[in-house]
T-cell receptor, first 113, second 110 residues
Framework: DTGVSQNPRHKITKRGQNVTFRCDPISEHNRLYWYRQTLGQGPEFLTYFQNEAQLEKSRLLSDRFSAERPKGSFSTLEIQRTEQGDSAMYLC???????????FGDGTRLSIL | QKEVEQNSGPLSVPEGAIASLNCTYS??????FFWYRQYSGKSPELIMF????GDKEDGRFTAQLNKASQYVSLLIRDSQPSDSATYLC??????????FGKGTRLSVIA
């Protein structure tokens, strides 16, 4: 399967801990996106990369959130000092070019105890 | 602020009927329009995209775009119980990320 891959699928952690998620995009896609989705809402944009460059970050992305895509391939999203409000599904998507369809991974569901 | 509006539903249709899902958007400069299907607890799955005014058909699905009225719709013909899901409309406007609506929940009754 050459789709978008996300790990882990589920993460349960205590408030205040740090967590890191990984996303492997479709191999030829140079654009990679992170979204967050809570129940009853559509995905909300967090940040995106073109190759290794992080081109935009949402105002939703506080300084506790950081994302990297060091070699323009996989990406990581880290949340430091997690809070209850961080509980959500974190989705990664990739696309070949700007404006073209984005394909999503299965997501990482984060639960903060 | 760019907005995408969808009726949250639920929209209930009998099996075999046509389901019609609608979406309006605020940015007149929007260029690309996408429909995603999302089953409960799963991630969004792309089912249709459209760039130009008019209709685009793919199997049982037809996307319709009217840029003058700033709406995009999705028709599902011969609806099946397996089509029961939340349908997300997403809009791309130039150098900005995709903006998603909150989704319409569709229920196809056997």
């Amino acid at each position: 399967d050459t789709g978008v891959s996300q790990n882990p699928r589920h993460k349960i952690t205590k408030r205040g801990q740090n967590v890191t998620f990984r996303c492997d995009p479709i191999s030829e896609h140079n654009r990679l996106y992170w979204y967050r989705q809570t129940l009853g809402q559509g995905p909300e944009f967090l940040t995106y990369f073109q190759n290794e460059a992080q081109l935009e970050k949402s105002r939703l992305l506080s300084d506790r959130f950081s994302a990297e895509r060091p070699k323009g391939s996989f990406s990581t999203l880290e949340i430091q000092r997690t809070e209850q409000g961080d509980s959500a599904m974190y989705l990664c998507a990739s696309s070949l070019h700007q404006g073209q369809p984005q394909h999503f991974g299965d997501g990482t569901r984060l639960s903060i105890l | 602020q760019k907005e995408v509006e969808q009726n949250s539903g639920p929209l209930s249709v009998p099996e075999g009927a046509i389901a019609s899902l609608n979406c309006t958007y605020s940015d007149r400069g929007s260029q690309s329009f996408f429909w995603y299907r999302q089953y409960s607890g799963k991630s969004p799955e792309l089912i249709m995209f459209i760039y130009s005014n008019g209709d685009k058909e793919d199997g049982r699905f037809t996307a319709q775009l009217n840029k003058a009225s700033q709406y995009v719709s999705l028709l599902i013909r011969d609806s099946q119980p397996s089509d029961s899901a939340t349908y997300l409309c997403a809009v791309f406007s130039g150098n900005t990320p995709l903006v998603f609506g909150k989704g319409t929940r569709l229920s196809v009754i056997a």
